[in-house]
């Protein structure tokens, strides 16, 4: 039986995130009274995990994240999960060290065999990524999804937060844009054999080079480009700092397939969602580029900012390590809007 998973589901990958007005009223009022002193990185701050401090220097790093299928294949909707989820650890600068799954499965509509595939998938990540994925938890729902909670290692002085950058840092990004689009190229049975290999392959690239980057005194600021689009993500980092960035559209790297699909208005409808939250906090958009600005990554890249002064050490760290990359932008002073495409 050949089960076409993204048509079991309304949303794909991380375009299911609950929009972030709605989620910002969901937590509106909900902060613990009590204060947890080695509670290092809480939700106060939309970072990509929690961080709590040990007694010996060392950190934990919790997080979590599931979602719909992205591809009707389970071995590789096992795999872009598992990679999607793992990529919070290395968000934050740290090390992963075990996974447990979360599968949510319609058991009525889609056979067992169907999601033994989607752990499987899991486990290869997992295995890449050198930790076990080692139990889980199940639940019969209307929609399938799956994720891990993973748990991470991290000492204190390496933990990278989101909005943590400075003034005149450069911004670099690890993987180009677009994945939103060719996922619902996919779902509406549009995306080619060659283009849906480059998802794939996109999508299940694990972000490990954030453990390095941890270690490094000149990166500021790390976060991961997911559901809430490179713009989403990028204001996230500008919160609370009185900063602005200005961006190149020329550098933005966006995947040619991509562009493709959007001259056709192949996007996802969170996409609109997205750009509806962030477009007045931003200037330059212009034409279609909300569809790649705002496009809900699954498993996007690292976006991080390195102290100016250090841009030449930082390229040629990252060409050390063969590591894609592509430098955007800028950290400035405030500006009249957060983010200035140029």
């Known amino acids: 039986m050949s089960v076409k998973l993204t048509q079991f589901s309304k949303a794909s990958g991380c375009g299911c995130k609950i929009a972030p007005a709605v989620l910002e009223e ?22 990509d995990a ?26 590789d909707f096992g795999k872009i999960s598992a990679c999607n989820a793992i990529s919070d650890v290395y968000a934050m600068g740290g090390k992963p060290l075990m996974a447990v799954a979360i599968l949510g499965w319609p058991v009525d ?74 996922s619902t190229a996919l779902k ?7 283009h ?19 270690t490094l005194s000149y990166v500021n600021a790390i976060t991961d480009v997911t559901g809430f689009g ?26 040619e397939a991509a ?3 959007a001259k056709q208005f192949v996007f996802p409808d969170n996409t609109t969602r997205n750009y509806n939250a962030q477009s007045k906090h931003i200037t330059g958009m212009t034409d279609l580029d909300f569809i790649f600005y705002c496009d809900p990554q699954t498993s996007g890249g690292l976006l991080f900012s390195v102290d100016a002064s250090l841009e030449k050490e930082m390229d040629v760290f990252l060409e050390s390590q063969n590591q894609y990359f592509s430098k955007i932008g800028a950290i400035t002073s405030k500006q009249e809007k957060q983010i200035i495409f140029q």
């Open 26 to 47: 969901i937590l509106n009022g909900c902060k613990q009274d009590v204060v947890f002193k080695n509670l290092l990185v809480g939700n106060e701050t939309k970072d």
């Open 50 to 75: 929690a961080v709590y401090e040990l007694e010996d220097g060392n950190c934990i790093i919790s997080t979590t994240d599931f979602f719909t299928p992205i591809v009707d294949d389970a071995f």
């Open 109 to 182: 509509k889609i056979p067992a065999d169907v999601a033994q595939q989607v752990i499987k998938g899991a486990q290869e990540i997992c295995t890449k990524a050198g930790i076990p994925l080692a139990g889980g938890h199940s639940v019969d729902t209307q929609e399938p999804l799956f994720g891990l909670a993973v748990t991470g290692l991290v000492k204190k002085e390496h933990i990278k937060k989101n909005n943590a950058v400075k003034e005149n840092d450069i911004l670099y990004i690890t993987k180009p844009l677009g994945i939103g689009v060719l």
């Open 188 to 194: 509406r049975g549009l995306l080619n054999e060659t």
């Open 196 to 214: 849906y290999k480059l998802l794939l392959e996109q999508a299940t690239t694990l972000n490990s080079i954030g453990e390095k980057l941890g």
């Open 230 to 255: 490179f713009a989403g993500h990028l204001l996230e980092m500008l919160a609370d700092t009185n900063l602005s960035a200005s961006i190149k559209k020329e550098s933005l790297p966006i995947m």
């Open 259 to 261: 562009k493709e699909y």
